[in-house]
């Protein structure tokens, strides 16, 4: 399995500290165009040992693949640092198997973290957020009052227009305007009606970085178990999820079944490696 230490070191353009939990995160945006978050820094935050999730890491390789390593900013000067791209911190966190956590405090921050955390640190750079509202997040998750439903929507407006701008912006420079910019606008236009079409859903379906978070894991799954058995196990650990939530693609489960859909494929996942001795956190 390939070591995380070894990985060449990516460029980083843009360097913030996010704060959650009265913890300081520290996320780049590389010249990749990703975001790209601490492992050491959070692994301090939680109380995971440094050196265990670097070889974690090193050992699915779905989490290796997002895995590099930055030169990053400290009050000590210039550190080499490892790094994991945002869209794989949930799949990491959920390698920690807060059961087997005795000390209520430190589970309960863990767990918050699991639910919390990328979100957080994804909006750093998407709305120069940089810490998390957590009573009004909690409203926003309990109500479904006309009012809410109208914030979520004029949330969904203002992305798309800043996307827009910034867009626009491009294309001025580059000096072409029009087959690129008619066919973006309609990419918009259909993330719009997919926003308004989840928004009037009673169902609200998983959102597309959810999908994406949920889809790595299921691979996590499959790579592990295919190990064992020899063969392809993709279909049927989709098979398998599709017939627990009674749905027809991944991307059809409800968004209130995500985080049991995560912590089920994390245990059946943490099974695999109890098999050989192992766990994976």
Same mark, same amino acid.
């Given at each position: 399995?390939?070591?995380? !230490?070894?990985?060449?070191?990516? &460029? ?24 790209? &978050?601490?492992? /050491? ?14 070889? $974690? ?11 590099? $390593? ?33 000390? +209520?405090?430190? $589970?309960?921050?863990? +767990? ?7 979100? @957080? ?5 998407? #709305?120069?957020?940089?810490?998390? #509202? ?8 309990? !109500?479904? /009052? ?21 867009? #626009? ?10 087959? @690129? ?12 009606? +997919? ?7 009673? %169902? ?13 894991? @299921?691979?996590? &799954?499959?790579?592990?178990?295919? %190990?064992?058995?020899?063969?392809? #196990? ?9 017939? $627990? ?5 991944? %991307? ?26 192992? &766990?994976?956190?």
């Amino acid at each position: 399995m390939g070591n995380p !230490s070894e990985d060449a070191i990516i &460029v980083a353009i843009e360097q913030k500290s996010v704060y959650f939990m009265d913890d300081e995160l520290i996320a780049i945006r590389a010249e990749d165009g990703h975001v790209y &978050v601490s492992i /050491s820094h959070l692994s301090d935050a939680i109380g995971l040992d440094r050196q265990g999730q670097s070889q $974690r890491i090193g050992r699915q390789p779905i989490l290796l693949d997002g895995f590099r $390593r930055a030169t990053i900013e400290t009050p000590g000067g210039n550190q080499t640092a490892g790094m994991l791209r945002v869209d794989l911190i949930p799949l990491w966190l959920a390698g920690v198997n807060t059961g087997r956590i005795s000390e +209520e405090e430190r $589970r309960n921050k863990i +767990e918050r973290y699991q639910r919390e955390a990328a979100k @957080v640190l994804w909006e750093a750079f998407q #709305e120069g957020r940089l810490t998390i #509202e957590s009573d009004f997040d909690e409203i926003l998750e309990r !109500s479904s /009052s006309e009012a809410v439903e109208a914030y979520k929507m004029l949330q969904a407006l203002v992305k798309l227009a800043r996307n827009q701008i910034m867009l #626009e912006a491009r294309l001025d420079s580059q000096g072409s305007r029009l087959d @690129v910019h008619d066919e973006r606008l309609d990419e918009y236009s259909k993330r719009l009606e +997919e926003i308004e079409t989840t928004l009037g859903d009673p %169902k609200h379906r998983i959102t597309p970085e959810q999908a994406s978070q949920l889809s790595q894991a @299921v691979k996590a &799954v499959a790579y592990e178990l295919g %190990k064992r058995t020899k063969r392809n #196990e993709y279909a049927g650990v989709y098979g398998e999820l599709y017939r $627990r939530y009674s749905i027809n693609s991944y %991307k059809e489960l409800p968004a209130t079944k995500f985080e049991n859909a995560m912590n089920w494929l994390n245990e059946w996942l943490s099974s695999l490696y109890d098999t050989e001795g192992n &766990v994976p956190f």
